[in-house]
């Protein structure tokens, strides 16, 4: 794992960001773990936010289990917890700027519409876990069409352009290395604000993030193929581009992904130091330790040998 670079040396600050659409579950005490341990490892700040704008998939009570089962396996922020649903103030603001300097734009079109335009423009059709490219449609208006989202001109020029305009983002991950993704050829212009009026992920994290000083993201390898596009609206809207570290996802029986859609059971914390030594192997480390506080301090040296913090 690759050594992390201070960022112009701004102080660390780290984060974890789950949705409240269940408790946690091995998966995700995976990314809470080390994301707090790298925090611990640089003498920085750890934050907790909770990702609740997608409000249709959202759980009665989940963020409260959720924060109660980090605080049972001793991963405690640094600061109050914030919940996304209350900053959409600042989503708007971030919005109004993209749309004020041409670098977002109003769509009218359906799924429908979108697979059919991809089709006509021969684009291939996405695998697994992939996204419908964006064939811009409504780049140039919606031509009569009632306004349904609002999207990012990929390549921009102009006020709204970043350099030269280009949407190639190259990046490295400090554990999958050299990172490169045209974003305009690979995804096209993707939403901001859906056409049901909440706010797109790749919007909200990303103001959320440099509203909070995030130096540093640390999360699960499963969202690896967003970090372009979130580089790419740093830089449009002139936030901090943090430093990324992209950890081992846990899989299912059947080889998936382990998440709450698949039915992955909640975290079995009656030993919480069970759980938070599966969770360090799947890391590479395993620290010694009977009891948790021991156990934790003894994972912050092994974690910080590993990435030689």
Same mark, same amino acid.
């Given at each position: 794992m690759a050594h992390r670079t201070e960022p112009g040396g701004v102080p660390y600050v780290g984060r974890f960001a789950p949705s409240p659409t269940g408790p946690l579950h &091995?998966?995700?005490?995976?990314?809470?773990?080390?994301? @707090?341990? %790298?925090? #611990?490892?640089?003498?920085? !700040?750890?934050? $907790?936010?909770?990702?609740?704008?997608?409000t249709p998939r959202n759980a009665a009570g989940a963020a409260e289990?959720?924060?109660?089962?980090?605080?049972r396996c001793g991963l405690r922020p640094d600061g109050q917890v914030v919940f996304q649903s209350?900053?959409?103030?600042?989503?708007?603001?971030?919005l109004q700027r993209l749309l004020g300097s041409g670098g977002a734009y109003p769509c009218g079109c359906s799924r429908r519409d979108l697979a059919v335009a991809a089709a006509a423009a021969g684009y291939p059709l996405p695998g697994r876990n992939e996204e419908l490219r964006y064939p811009g449609t409504c780049r140039g208006g919606l031509?009569?069409?009632?306004?349904?989202?609002?999207?990012?001109?990929?390549?921009?020029?102009?006020?709204? &352009?970043y350099g030269d305009g280009a949407a190639v983002?190259? @990046?490295? %991950?400090? #554990?999958?290395?050299?990172? !490169?993704?045209? $974003?305009?050829?690979?995804?096209?212009?993707?939403?901001l604000r859906r056409a049901d009026g909440l706010w797109a992920y790749q919007l909200a994290v990303v103001v959320d993030?440099?509203?909070?000083?995030?130096?540093?993201?640390?999360?699960?390898?499963?969202?690896?193929?967003?970090t372009a596009r979130q580089i790419l609206l740093q830089r449009r809207l002139g936030l901090l581009e943090p430093m990324y570290l992209h950890t081992p996802v846990v899989l299912?029986?059947?080889?998936?992904?382990?998440?709450?859609?698949?039915?992955?059971?909640?975290?079995?914390?009656?030993?919480?130091?069970?759980?938070?030594?599966?969770?360090?192997?799947?890391?590479?480390?395993?620290?010694?330790?009977?009891r948790l506080a021991a156990w934790l301090a003894g994972a912050?040296?092994?974690?910080?040998?590993?990435?030689?913090a």
């Open positions: &091995a998966g995700s005490l995976v990314a809470a773990l080390a994301s @707090w341990l %790298d925090a #611990r490892a640089h003498g920085g !700040r750890w934050l $907790v936010r909770i990702e609740d704008i997608d289990v959720i924060l109660g089962q980090l605080d209350q900053r959409t103030a600042l989503y708007e603001t971030a031509h009569g069409k009632p306004r349904r989202s609002i999207r990012l001109l990929t390549q921009a020029s102009g006020p709204a &352009a983002v190259e @990046w490295t %991950d400090r #554990r999958l290395g050299r990172q !490169r993704q045209d $974003v305009a050829g690979a995804i096209g212009d993707f939403v993030d440099g509203e909070q000083g995030i130096t540093d993201v640390v999360r699960g390898e499963d969202l690896a193929g967003s299912g029986p059947d080889g998936e992904k382990l998440s709450k859609q698949n039915g992955a059971p909640p975290l079995d914390l009656g030993s919480p130091l069970t759980a938070l030594r599966d969770a360090a192997a799947v890391l590479g480390i395993a620290p010694d330790g009977t912050v040296d092994a974690w910080r040998r590993a990435v030689r």
